[in-house]
Every structure is written in C-alpha cells, then in structure tokens.
C-alpha cells in the first residue's frame, strides 16, 4: 500500500517556476515507477512525466519536454516535478501516482496508486 501527498501547487505567473513534490508512505516507494499527470479545466487527464524505479530513465509528454524536470529521491520516498517557463495552458490540478513496476508508463490506467491533486494556475 502507498499513499501519495502532493504539495507546492500555487498561482504563478506566465514565466515563471515551480516546484511540485509528491510525498510517498509506504516501503515500495524506492522499488516502483512513478508519473505526474495533470487535469486541466474542462479536460481529461493527461500523461505530463514518468520516472523508472531508480531515476534512471525519464520520459516526458512533448507538451512539457524541456520545460519540466521529473526527479526522485528514495530516501526522503518523494518524487518531485520542476516546472519551468510555465505557461496558461498549463493550468491545471496536478497528480502523482504511483506503479507496482520498475518502468514507468506514459497510462493512467496502469497507475494503482494516486495523490489527490495539488492545483497549478499560471497567469498571462
């Protein structure tokens, strides 16, 4: 069983940084993928980064690649999502979540765990 706290959400300006951290409960946190996702206003969920067990291999949806960095540290169990040069579509309640797998994937569906979302509005 994991349970996933997300934190650092907030209204930023077009621009501008911030730093999403999803803390993780739970002994399998250091042996299991995890990804980010986001719902924006009037959308479904989207796929946003994925990192395998170690943090050895990411991947990103093209929307955010070179914008926003997924990274992890197994010791404090917590998955981080830096996010840069924001812009207003990217506005939206972001999730983490968490796999019963050393890979992550790019689907929702093979998530088993999940935060309950910290919000992100950037401004124009």
């Known amino acids: 069983q994991v349970q996933l706290v997300e934190s650092g959400g907030g209204l930023v300006q077009a621009g501008g940084s911030l730093r999403l951290s999803c803390a993780a409960s739970?002994?399998?946190?250091?042996?299991?993928?995890m990804g980010w996702f986001r719902q924006g206003p009037g959308k479904e969920r989207e796929f946003v980064a994925t990192?395998?067990?170690?943090?050895?291999?990411?991947t990103y949806a093209d929307s955010v690649k070179g914008r926003f960095t997924i990274s992890r540290d197994n010791a404090k169990n917590t998955v981080y999502l830096q996010m840069n040069s924001l812009k207003p579509e990217d506005t939206a309640v972001y999730y983490c979540?968490?796999?019963?797998?050393?890979?992550?994937?790019?689907?929702?569906?093979?998530?088993?765990?999940w935060g309950q979302g910290t919000q992100v509005t950037v401004s124009s």
């Open positions: 979540a968490a796999r019963t797998s050393y890979s992550g994937s790019y689907y929702s569906s093979e998530y088993m765990y």
């Open positions: 739970g002994r399998t946190f250091s042996t299991s993928a």
């Open positions: 990192i395998n067990w170690s943090g050895g291999s990411t």
